[in-house]
């Protein structure tokens, strides 16, 4: 029989699959609403992967827990548990790397959304970050209520990054990305984790089926 112990781990584990998958469920839903500078700093490609990585875990661990509640010669559903697992596995590298990439060079990835982005984004985002431009004041600056006209816009050093949005906005965008390739990393730690305690629950109910069986062939007396 399964320890308790071995069993205690496993829906430990489980359990932890789950909040992190609804945890991240949770997020990639809330940081879709209107925030610009979220917006700017997560696109909506990036938020689908992190719902579609919530989705994976979530279902991961219902197959877990229909696969534990089977009696112990049935193992198939904790089998494809572990392949699920894997394929989690799998995501979490891509996602985390792909964050952890976009990070390496963040001013220009976001000098390049802000040259993507409408007048009305770059104004709003200039009066929330009191700046004006990206990189300086001649780097698509909008009259906006900060930047209030273009002499005021032609009066900042443009040498002075305290004048322009690229300091806010990589700020931002550095914590933010930083925080969440971090905790995509560790979710593997509980994604192994499961995968190695689902490992030994099978091999313990081989282990007990077996001996089941050659207790039955000796007349279900036992070794002793």
């Not at 050093?157 to 700020?171: F, G, K, W, Y």
Request: charged share 15%.
């Amino acid at each position: 029989m399964v320890s308790r112990t071995l069993m205690g781990v496993w829906a430990a584990l489980n359990f932890l699959l789950l909040v992190a998958g609804a945890v991240t469920l949770a997020l990639s839903i809330v940081w879709r609403g209107p925030n610009l500078l979220m917006n700017m700093v997560l696109s909506d490609a990036d938020l689908t992967a992190g719902i579609i990585l919530a989705i994976a875990f979530i279902i991961t661990c219902i197959t877990g827990i229909v696969g534990v509640i089977q009696r112990n010669h049935i193992t198939i559903g904790l089998v494809i548990t572990n392949y699920a697992l894997l394929v989690d596995a799998i995501g979490i590298v891509i996602i985390g790397t792909f964050v952890w990439f976009f990070t390496l060079k963040e001013r220009h990835n976001y000098s390049v959304l802000w040259d993507a982005a409408t007048p009305d984004v770059r104004r709003a985002l200039q009066d929330q970050l009191k700046c004006c431009g990206y990189f300086n004041n001649t780097d698509f600056a909008e009259i906006s209520t900060f930047c209030k006209d273009q002499q005021f816009i032609s009066s900042l050093n443009q040498t002075d990054l305290n004048n322009s949005c690229v300091t806010p906005i990589t700020d931002f965008a550095d914590m933010t990305l930083n925080n969440i390739f971090t905790t995509v990393y560790g979710y593997m730690a509980i994604v192994l984790c499961l995968l190695l305690a689902t490992l030994c629950v099978i091999k313990k109910r081989h282990e007990d089926e077996r001996f089941n069986k050659i207790d039955a062939k000796r007349g279900g007396k036992g070794f002793v």
